[in-house]
C-alpha cells in the first residue's frame, strides 16, 4: 500500500501530467466518468447470464467476503455520502440518528430476512412473505414497503447522480440524471443480481480509495501520523472542542442563534 505522502505525490503528479496535456478541466472530468462508466459497463457485459437464479440471487454462490463489499458499496452510495455529509453540516450531532437508522435497517434486513428468503428459496421480499405466512394479503404488505422503501431511496440516488454529474462534468442536472440512468441500466440489465454484485464489487475498491486517501493524506497534513487517520481521532476532537467554544463565545454567533432560535 501506498504510504500518504507517496499516495499524495502520486495524485499531485498524475493531476499535473493531465494538466500537462492541457486538457480543459471539464474534459477531465468526463475521463473520470466515462471511464468509470465504462469499467462498470464492462463487468455487467462479462456477467451477463441467461439462467434465473444467476439474474435474480447471482445463483446464490457469491463468497461472503465479496457480498459484504458489495453491501458495503451499496451503503457508500450517493444518498449516504452526500446525504450523511450535508444532514451532519444542518443537524449537527443529532444526524447521526440517521446514520443508525439506515445502518441498523441492514442489519436487521440481514439478520431476519436474507437467510430465510434463502432457506425458502424465494426471490423476492414479497414471494417470500407469500411463502411464509400464505396468501396474498402478506404478499401485497411486502409489495408495498418494498415500493416505497425502493421509491424513497432511488429518488436520493438519482437526485444525488444528477448533482454529481452536473457539478463535476459541466452537464445540465436533467442530463446528468439520463446519463446516471443509462449507466445503471448497461451494468445491469444483461445480469441482473450478478453483474449488479461484481459491479458493486468494484465500486467499493474505488469508494475505499476516494475515501481513505484524502482523510489520510488531511491527517498526516494535520497530526504529521501517517496514514492511519484513526490513531489521530483523539487529538482532532480536543482541536474540534476547542473551536467549538471559541466560535460559540464569539459574539456573532450569539446574535445569530439569538435571531434564528
Known amino acids: 500500500m501506498l504510504s500518504t505522502p507517496r499516495a499524495s505525490s502520486f495524485l499531485s503528479s498524475f493531476w499535473r501530467s493531465l494538466s500537462g496535456w492541457r486538457l480543459p478541466p471539464r474534459w477531465i472530468g468526463y475521463s473520470f466518468l466515462f471511464l468509470t462508466i465504462f469499467l462498470y459497463a464492462t463487468i455487467g457485459v462479462l456477467a451477463r447470464t441467461a439462467s434465473v437464479s444467476e439474474y435474480y440471487v447471482a445463483g446464490r454462490r457469491v463468497p461472503a467476503i465479496f457480498n459484504g463489499m458489495a453491501t458495503g458499496a451499496d451503503w457508500m452510495s450517493a444518498a449516504s455520502f452526500m446525504g450523511l455529509a450535508g444532514t451532519l453540516y444542518l443537524s449537527g450531532y443529532q444526524g447521526l440518528a440517521y446514520v443508525m437508522g439506515w445502518t441498523g435497517g441492514y442489519v436487521l434486513v440481514a439478520l ?8 425458502f428459496g424465494q426471490f423476492t421480499i414479497p414471494d417470500f412473505l407469500a411463502a411464509r405466512y400464505g396468501g396474498n394479503p402478506a404478499r401485497l404488505v411486502g409489495v408495498l ?15 444525488g447522480v444528477g448533482l454529481i454529474t452536473s457539478r ?86 450569539i446574535e445569530a442563534r439569538r435571531i434564528f432560535s
Open 112 to 119: 431476519l430476512l436474507a437467510p430465510y428468503l434463502r432457506r
Open 145 to 159: 414497503a418494498t415500493v416505497l422503501a425502493s421509491f424513497v431511496y432511488v429518488v436520493a440516488q438519482i437526485y
Open 168 to 253: 463535476f462534468v459541466g452537464l445540465q442536472f436533467e442530463i446528468g440524471v439520463y446519463v446516471g440512468l443509462a449507466g445503471i441500466l448497461v451494468c445491469s440489465f444483461l445480469g441482473g443480481m450478478r453483474a449488479v454484485t461484481w459491479t458493486q464489487v468494484a465500486q467499493y475498491a474505488i469508494l475505499i480509495v476516494a475515501y481513505l486517501v484524502p482523510v489520510s493524506i488531511l491527517s498526516y497534513q494535520v497530526t504529521g501520523i501517517p496514514p492511519v487517520p484513526q490513531l489521530t481521532y483523539g487529538l482532532v476532537l480536543q482541536k474540534v472542542q476547542l473551536l467549538e467554544e471559541q466560535i460559540f463565545a464569539d459574539p456573532a454567533e
